[in-house]
């Protein structure tokens, strides 16, 4: 029987983990649990890298294409699912792997999540709408009268976390601060992290090659299909994705423009070069595999 333990493989974009995750689960009896933002979303397959039909019918892959981009996925749901699902990996006697680069999903897993309020779609919209008039950073400027902590870690050009920042505030009175600090810091069960870190000039040159490979395997066309057939906007957490982000701003400014962008256009000059900082070891397959081997014994 395998230990309750659980384990995580996080990484930058094009860091190799899903690839090694593949390998593992060919020497382990293991299930990958996704810790990804954007893979959450039916439809978005080319711009998240979505493990293929194949690799998910030969390995169980779990917090994949939960709901369509036009729905928010909040990082409250994420965490009562993945604790849902990696207590059903144990019950099986089999190991939960957690794959993925979303560090605000892994944080709130390690460190517990705040009780915060439901999104509110009507505060939102009104956000949005003042957002529209005024710009991002005028709604900076703002929280950071009522939350100047929060408004010092938050970028003036971050529309989501200024929106949900401001919405706390306006739902509870509180600023949302205030509230993160008395979170619960107990992690659900025992998790062990391992990192991919590449050198820098190794990443990027792996990031290029993935958006390129991206844009030929349809992105473009992937955006477009999905502004079709859901009445999406570019402020829905789907549409602020890294990649599809860029793509829609392409689609807005040219939408009758026949070739695609490129990794040098400058919409998509914002693809990641690198993610939030991880404090793990590093990570192989072997090293990985002897791990959970003196784990499980």
Not at 47 to 67: E, N, S, Y
């Amino acid at each position: 029987m395998v230990s309750k333990r659980a384990f995580a493989l996080l990484g930058p974009t094009a860091s190799g983990k899903s690839r090694l995750a593949l390998e593992l689960a060919a020497r382990l009896p293991l299930e990958i649990v996704s810790v990804d933002s954007a893979q959450v979303y039916r439809g978005m397959d080319i711009g998240t890298a979505k493990p293929g039909a194949a690799d998910r019918a030969r390995v169980p892959h779990h917090l994949i294409d939960v709901l369509d981009p036009d729905q928010a996925y909040s990082v409250g749901r994420w965490r009562n699912e993945a604790v849902e699902v990696v207590n059903g990996i144990f019950e099986k006697n089999k190991i939960p792997l957690l794959v993925g680069g979303t560090m605000l999903y892994y944080r709130a897993l390690t460190s517990g999540l705040a009780e915060l309020p439901e999104a509110d779609s009507e505060v939102r919209a009104e956000l949005d709408a003042s957002a529209a008039r005024r710009g991002w950073p005028s709604l900076h400027a703002e929280l950071a009268k009522v939350d100047p902590e929060a408004a010092l870690r938050i970028k003036p050009n971050d529309a989501h976390r200024i929106q949900r920042a401001l919405e706390v505030w306006k739902l509870t009175g509180e600023p949302l601060s205030e509230i993160q600090r008395r979170s619960d810091t107990t992690p659900p069960f025992a998790l062990q992290a391992f990192s991919l870190v590449p050198e820098r000039d190794e990443l990027h040159a792996r990031i290029a090659a993935r958006f390129g490979a991206m844009l030929a395997a349809g992105l473009v066309e992937e955006v477009r299909s999905l502004k079709s057939r859901f009445a999406l906007h570019p402020a829905l957490p789907s549409m602020r994705a890294v990649g599809y982000r860029q793509v829609w701003e392409f689609l807005e400014a040219s939408p009758r423009r026949a070739s695609s962008p490129s990794a040098s256009s400058p919409g998509c000059a914002a693809f990641p070069r690198s993610s939030a900082s991880i404090r793990a070891p590093p990570c192989s397959a072997s090293a990985f595999t002897r791990s959970c081997r003196r784990r499980a014994r």
